[in-house]
């Protein structure tokens, strides 16, 4: 099967295209669960600095964390 110039210029623009637009999703991905890392660890620390009531409002912020990872859960 025999492609022309044209026809061969258009399948490399768009594998030029899906490529791109899968490293943004993949780099949209990776700054997520960076940001979330983030709070992850700060949140632990908030939880073994405290005591008392204190911590136990950072372990409901840690867990209403985890719960946003689920799509249908709003806190």
């Given at each position: 099967?025999?492609q022309t110039g044209a026809s061969f210029g ?63 859960v709003r806190y």
């Open positions: 099967m025999e258009l399948d490399v623009i768009i594998v030029i295209v899906i490529v791109f637009l899968g490293c943004m999703i993949l780099a949209r991905f990776v700054n997520w669960l960076l940001r979330f890392q983030r709070e992850l660890k700060l949140l632990r620390s908030e939880i073994g600095r405290t005591k008392g009531r204190e911590q136990k409002y950072w372990i409901k912020k840690r867990r209403k964390l985890w719960f946003s990872l689920l799509p249908f």
